[in-house]
């Protein structure tokens, strides 16, 4: 693939005078700024111009998408951060550059994606090990276009590498807050806490999201009169969830009123409102400056809605709902990767405009160059292809979107390492090795009729899967992604079952729902890091039957810790009888709970379990675990 060096792309004498061209082509007496807003996790339902109904309230992307064409096939490259902002920046997938995980943040510095060396024997794959930094040698968006003479400014979320690697060093000539990481940590309100010891404090109680449209507002006043590309890469509405206390209670209210609403989180809604606001400070400021004639806005999220987390504060509903569409963030279907999208170019765009042409991440670097009338730079590889026929009601340039995501993200989030193509109305996915024998196994959607994707059409329609996984194979390895392969290692006696791992002297089976253990003698082990974010005391609770013998104990784990104290052991009366029984245990967890283990006997013999529940100190189920395949 060949790549544009900065020595190189210094070299370029002709993009001053295409700048000076798109200018005249709008009848502008200088080029359009550009504005790039990415959210983060915010899904596609989570916007008034995407579902009028929500009770998320979005006043300012209303606005925006009355002056926008508003796209209903707009794709990321990825269900996850770190690669899909790859591909907006450089115009190629994560494939072809190996950023497949939100790794930026991490102090191994990676260039090249390669797959581990080895694995644990309960994993199936060898899964690709993701690049951690945006290569240096890939020509970004910020580059190309302050080569033409703008002033590039980054506000927000990075998480594509640390210095070197950092907007600084990659075409901006302004970042804030400069950080590496996935955003702040405990709270967006100031006291902020970010992984490197930054000079960047805010007020007692000032919103992070506040101060960084302060920050973005300040850098369009600066440079009004001249062309600037602004990237607002707002933090929100990524984890950790919370927001300004008087928006979370107004939203307890308003859900409380509206029981029928599927997006019912106080927290998220607060933390969405706070993103419209600042959207809103944005416009306002482009239009006071009578700059909103003569700039383009770009509003488009990262990856879909966390759907399958409740927290914060045990409100016991899901962060956001993505419905109709299935999954979200980490998952390969469509409520992973189908995003809110709205395009304002003043004088061309169908102002409310609405169109169903298929767009992916990909496309951005393209697009724009071709918006401003600037051409990619010679030698510049480019997966993307321009969307402005679309964007001027003249055609739809692809009729194919791609998604590469290798990685398993366990049973919670429901993603194995897996690929898709989607094709007009049809989407097959691939997950690699996951049939019988190590196969493949399929997933064949019509997206017309199914857009929820219930019904799996891989048996009926063998021809239609055999002509999409060709496509699908062609792509990947023009691309050159680095696939997963089975595990030499892998022992099925020890798969992960309902996030539950055979840890010792057990193996398993399932018959009619029941999870079925043989212990051959010494301590016998399970346990899961999959757990709810609970807060303090929880109750584990075991249905089962055991003909084995010794102490049954429970254990809980905090975040981060890879095993299990023995000092945190907690005993379960049971009489291993070989009759059915039901036992408990109150674990004292101090903190977050970050994972539970179970040892049903210290002896040979045969155990049964039909579920394991976890309650929190007030009694309410938090997750149950049925053992059903």
Same mark, same amino acid.
């Given at each position: ?8 792309f210094?070299r ?5 005078a295409a ?12 080029p ?8 983060d996790?915010l ?13 998320y309230?979005?006043?300012n ?7 926008s064409?508003r ?7 990825? +269900?996850?951060?770190s690669p ?5 920046l450089?115009?190629l ?9 939100p790794?930026?943040h ?5 260039l090249?994606?390669?797959v ?5 024997p ?12 945006l ?18 400014g980054h ?14 060093h990659?075409?901006?000539d302004?970042d804030?807050?400069?950080?590496s990481?996935p ?7 100031a006291p902020?806490k970010?992984?490197e010891?930054l ?5 007692p109680g000032e919103?992070?999201?506040? @101060? ?6 300040a850098?369009?006043?600066?440079? @009004? ?19 300004k ?7 307890r ?10 997006q ?5 809604a ?6 419209d606001?600042?959207?809103g400070?944005l416009?306002?400021c ?16 990262d ?7 409740n927290?914060p504060?045990?409100?016991g509903?899901p962060?956001?709902?993505n419905a +109709?569409?299935?999954?979200g ?6 409520g992973?990767?189908r995003?809110?999208?709205l ?10 405009g609405?169109?169903d042409?298929?767009?992916s991440?990909?496309?951005w670097?393209p697009?724009?160059l ?6 990619p ?5 480019l ?14 340039p ?6 590469f995501?290798?990685h ?8 194995v +390492?897996?690929a ?8 097959l996915?691939?997950?690699?090795h ?8 399929y997933?064949?959607y ?8 219930t019904s ?8 239609r ?6 496509l ?12 997963p ?5 892998y022992?099925p006696n020890t ?6 791992r055979?840890? @010792? ?13 043989e ?7 399970i346990?899961?890091?999959?757990v ?5 005391e929880?109750?584990l609770?075991?249905?089962?039957k055991s003909?084995a ?5 429970a254990?809980?784990g905090l ?11 907690v005993?379960?009366a049971f ?13 004292p967890?101090?903190?977050t ?6 040892d ?5 013999g045969?155990?049964?379990i039909?579920?394991i529940r976890l309650?929190?100190?007030?009694g309410?189920q938090l997750?149950v675990?049925e053992?059903?395949?």
């Open positions: 693939m060949p790549d544009l060096s900065r020595r190189d210094l370029l004498g002709t993009a001053s700048l000076a061209a798109g200018g005249r082509a709008l009848g502008q007496n200088r359009p700024n550009l504005v790039f807003i990415l959210a996790d899904g596609w339902r989570d916007t008034s111009p995407y579902n009028p109904g929500t009770v309230e979005t006043p992307l209303a606005r925006l998408a009355a002056r064409l796209f209903t096939q707009a794709y990321a490259a990825n +269900p996850l951060c899909t902002r790859s591909s907006v450089t115009g997938y994560p494939a072809r550059i190996g950023i497949t995980t790794v930026g991490v102090p191994e510095e990676i090249a994606e390669v581990q060396e080895k694995a644990g309960e994993r199936k794959l060898l899964e690709p090990v993701s690049a951690t930094r290569k240096l040698e890939y020509t970004t968006l910020a580059e190309v276009l302050h080569s033409a003479g703008y002033r590039c506000f927000g979320k990075w998480h594509l590498g640390a210095e070197p690697y950092d907007p600084l990659q075409g901006f302004v804030l807050p400069h950080t990481g955003g702040p940590a405990g709270s967006y309100v902020w970010f992984p010891k000079h960047f404090t805010g007020e919103h992070l999201e506040d @101060r960084m449209a302060s920050d973005a507002v850098f369009v006043k600066e440079n @009004r009169e001249r062309p600037f590309y602004l990237n607002y890469w707002a933090f929100s509405v990524h984890s950790p969830w919370g927001g206390p008087e928006l979370i209670e107004y939203y209210r308003k859900i409380a009123a509206h029981p029928e609403s599927l019912r989180h106080p927290v998220y607060a933390m969405v409102h706070s993103l606001q600042n959207i400070r416009l306002d482009l239009d006071e400056q009578n700059l909103t004639g003569n700039t383009i806005v770009v509003f488009f999220s990856n879909g809605g966390v759907h399958w987390v927290e504060d045990g409100y509903v962060i956001t709902s +109709p569409l299935r999954g963030k980490a998952t390969i279907y469509e992973g990767t995003e809110p999208c395009v304002s170019w003043p004088g061309r765009t169908r102002a409310g609405v169109t042409a298929m767009l991440s990909v496309d670097l697009t724009v071709q918006m401003l009338a600037l051409k730079p010679e030698g510049v590889k997966d993307g292809v321009s969307q402005v026929p679309a964007l001027l009601g003249q055609g739809q692809r009729d194919t979107v791609y998604c995501f290798p398993t993200m366990g049973p919670n989030i429901g993603t +390492p897996s898709y193509v989607h094709r007009g109305d049809w989407k996915i691939r997950c690699f996951d049939g019988p024998d190590k196969a493949h196994r997933e064949l019509n997206l017309r009729d199914d857009l929820g994707e799996n059409l891989a048996e009926r329609e063998p021809g899967v055999k002509e999409l996984d060709a699908l194979e062609a792509w990947l390895t023009e691309v050159g992604a680095v696939r392969v089975p595990n030499p290692a022992d798969v992960l079952l309902e996030g539950w055979l840890i @010792r002297n057990l193996t398993m089976s399932i018959k009619d729902g029941i999870l079925v253990l212990a051959s003698g010494g301590l016998a082990t346990a899961t890091f999959q709810p974010a609970a807060k303090g929880v109750t609770e075991v249905r089962m003909t013998s010794g102490p049954v104990n254990f809980w975040p981060g810790e890879g095993s299990f104290k023995a000092e945190r052991a005993p379960m009489p291993h009888d070989g009759e059915w029984h039901e036992t408990a245990a109150k674990l967890c101090p903190g709970l970050g994972g539970l283990r179970f049903p006997a210290n002896a040979p045969h155990i049964e039909d579920w309650r929190d100190a007030e309410k997750r675990w053992f059903a395949r």
